[in-house]
Protein backbone atom coordinates (compact mmCIF):
# COMPACT_ATOMS: atom_id res chain seq x y z
CA UNK A 1 0.00 0.00 0.00
CA UNK A 2 1.12 3.52 -0.41
CA UNK A 3 2.82 5.34 1.66
CA UNK A 4 2.25 9.37 1.56
CA UNK A 5 4.74 11.98 3.14
CA UNK A 6 3.94 15.90 2.67
CA UNK A 7 6.29 18.56 3.41
CA UNK A 8 6.68 22.21 1.89
CA UNK A 9 4.49 23.70 5.26
CA UNK A 10 4.84 26.59 7.39
CA UNK A 11 4.32 30.03 8.05
CA UNK A 12 3.29 32.90 5.95
CA UNK A 13 1.49 36.54 5.51
CA UNK A 14 -1.43 37.21 4.40
CA UNK A 15 -1.55 37.21 0.70
CA UNK A 16 1.40 34.68 0.67
CA UNK A 17 2.10 31.49 -1.26
CA UNK A 18 3.77 28.22 -0.11
CA UNK A 19 3.56 25.27 -2.14
CA UNK A 20 2.74 21.69 -0.66
CA UNK A 21 4.41 18.35 -2.01
CA UNK A 22 3.41 14.72 -1.28
CA UNK A 23 5.90 12.36 -2.33
CA UNK A 24 4.30 8.63 -3.14
CA UNK A 25 6.18 5.33 -2.10
CA UNK A 26 5.76 1.88 -1.89
CA UNK A 27 3.57 2.52 -5.08
CA UNK A 28 3.01 3.87 -8.46
CA UNK A 29 1.53 7.30 -7.64
CA UNK A 30 -0.46 7.06 -11.34
CA UNK A 31 -2.13 4.05 -9.54
CA UNK A 32 -4.25 6.40 -7.56
CA UNK A 33 -6.52 9.32 -7.26
CA UNK A 34 -4.92 12.01 -4.98
CA UNK A 35 -6.44 14.68 -2.56
CA UNK A 36 -5.32 17.13 -0.04
CA UNK A 37 -7.73 17.49 3.02
CA UNK A 38 -7.12 19.92 5.71
CA UNK A 39 -8.25 20.82 9.31
CA UNK A 40 -8.07 23.94 11.32
CA UNK A 41 -8.47 23.59 14.96
CA UNK A 42 -11.60 23.14 16.04
CA UNK A 43 -13.11 22.02 13.29
CA UNK A 44 -13.85 19.03 11.08
CA UNK A 45 -11.57 17.57 8.54
CA UNK A 46 -12.82 19.04 4.87
CA UNK A 47 -11.62 17.86 1.55
CA UNK A 48 -9.84 20.81 -0.59
CA UNK A 49 -8.71 19.56 -3.32
CA UNK A 50 -8.26 16.19 -5.84
CA UNK A 51 -7.14 15.28 -8.94
CA UNK A 52 -8.03 12.07 -10.74
CA UNK A 53 -6.03 9.15 -11.74
CA UNK A 54 -8.41 8.85 -15.14
CA UNK A 55 -8.20 12.05 -16.40
CA UNK A 56 -6.35 14.74 -14.19
CA UNK A 57 -9.45 16.67 -13.99
CA UNK A 58 -8.68 18.65 -10.59
CA UNK A 59 -11.90 19.78 -8.19
CA UNK A 60 -11.40 22.24 -5.55
CA UNK A 61 -13.88 23.47 -2.94
CA UNK A 62 -15.23 26.95 -3.39
CA UNK A 63 -12.98 28.73 -0.71
CA UNK A 64 -9.74 27.91 -2.70
CA UNK A 65 -11.10 28.23 -6.48
CA UNK A 66 -8.58 30.62 -8.85
CA UNK A 67 -5.89 30.58 -5.63
CA UNK A 68 -4.80 26.69 -5.05
CA UNK A 69 -3.99 24.87 -7.77
CA UNK A 70 -3.38 20.90 -7.82
CA UNK A 71 -0.89 19.06 -10.08
CA UNK A 72 0.87 15.67 -10.19
CA UNK A 73 4.18 14.02 -11.51
CA UNK A 74 3.52 10.96 -12.20
CA UNK A 75 7.08 10.26 -12.63
CA UNK A 76 8.11 11.84 -9.75
CA UNK A 77 5.70 10.19 -7.68
CA UNK A 78 4.65 13.45 -6.37
CA UNK A 79 1.91 15.33 -6.21
CA UNK A 80 1.73 19.09 -5.53
CA UNK A 81 -0.80 21.82 -3.93
CA UNK A 82 0.27 25.46 -4.97
CA UNK A 83 -1.37 28.01 -2.60
CA UNK A 84 -2.19 31.58 -3.97
CA UNK A 85 -3.23 34.42 -2.18
CA UNK A 86 -3.06 32.50 1.25
CA UNK A 87 -5.39 33.75 3.87
CA UNK A 88 -5.92 33.64 7.60
CA UNK A 89 -8.77 30.91 7.51
CA UNK A 90 -6.64 28.80 5.02
CA UNK A 91 -4.94 27.94 8.91
CA UNK A 92 -5.08 24.17 8.77
CA UNK A 93 -3.19 20.90 9.19
CA UNK A 94 -3.00 19.60 5.60
CA UNK A 95 -3.07 15.99 4.72
CA UNK A 96 -2.50 14.34 1.36
CA UNK A 97 -4.80 11.56 1.00
CA UNK A 98 -4.68 8.36 -1.73
CA UNK A 99 -7.78 6.43 -2.85
CA UNK A 100 -7.82 3.63 -5.87
CA UNK A 101 -10.73 4.88 -7.69
CA UNK A 102 -11.02 7.03 -10.97
CA UNK A 103 -12.48 10.03 -8.94
CA UNK A 104 -12.50 11.71 -5.53
CA UNK A 105 -14.50 12.46 -3.23
CA UNK A 106 -15.42 15.02 -0.33
CA UNK A 107 -15.53 11.62 2.07
CA UNK A 108 -12.79 11.76 4.95
CA UNK A 109 -14.22 7.81 4.79
CA UNK A 110 -13.54 7.31 0.86
CA UNK A 111 -10.07 7.86 1.50
CA UNK A 112 -7.82 4.86 2.80
CA UNK A 113 -4.58 6.45 2.60
CA UNK A 114 -3.09 9.32 4.28
CA UNK A 115 -0.23 11.56 5.33
CA UNK A 116 0.76 12.48 8.68
CA UNK A 117 0.05 16.21 8.00
CA UNK A 118 2.12 19.22 7.34
CA UNK A 119 0.89 22.45 9.34
CA UNK A 120 0.03 25.94 7.20
CA UNK A 121 0.08 28.91 9.50
CA UNK A 122 -1.15 31.86 7.60
CA UNK A 123 -0.97 35.47 10.03
CA UNK A 124 0.65 38.66 9.96
Known sequence: QPQL?????GSVQPGGSLRLSCEVS?????YYTMGWFRQAPGKE???VSCISSSDGSAVYI????GRFTISRDNAKNTVYLQMNSLKPEDTAVYYCVARDHPYGSKSVDDWPYWGRGTQVTVSS
Open 45 to 47: REA
Open 26 to 30: ESRLD
Open 62 to 65: DSVK
Open 5 to 9: AESGG
